[in-house]
């Protein structure tokens, strides 16, 4: 059992920083893909960013503003979200693929075992 608890969140204004946190629980965190998703209301759920090893992968919505990074010793992903807009407002998940294939992290959400329980973003106009 793997328990993903994502932190970070808040209400910022347009052109600001967050950055979220996910922590998580069970062996063999270096070997699981990382994923950041987020729902804004009234939508479906989007990938934002990924991470398995060193590779990462970005939705086009947010690359250049975003970068995802982890710290395999303390069993944690990040997520840094700079130059914020309010179509960044959503809650954010954090989700890990325990058997990952290829180089870098799926964008599709079936593909992931375990989720958060999601942190809230606003981003003030």
């Known amino acids: 059992q793997v328990q993903l608890v994502e932190s970070g969140g808040g209400l910022v204004q347009a052109g600001g920083s967050l950055r979220l946190t996910c922590a998580t629980s069970?062996?063999?965190?270096?070997?699981?893909?990382m994923g950041w998703f987020r729902q804004a209301p009234g939508k479906g759920r989007e990938f934002v960013a990924g991470i398995r090893w060193s590779n990462t992968n970005y939705s086009d919505s947010v690359k250049g503003r975003f970068t995802i990074s982890r710290d395999n010793d303390k069993n944690v992903v990040y997520l840094q979200m700079n130059r914020l807009k309010p179509e960044d407002t959503a809650v954010y998940y954090c989700a890990a693929d325990l058997n990952p294939r290829g180089s870098f992290s799926t964008r599709i959400m079936g593909e992931y075992d375990y989720w958060g329980q999601g942190t809230q973003v606003t981003v003030s106009s």
């Open positions: 069970g062996r063999g965190f270096s070997t699981y893909a």
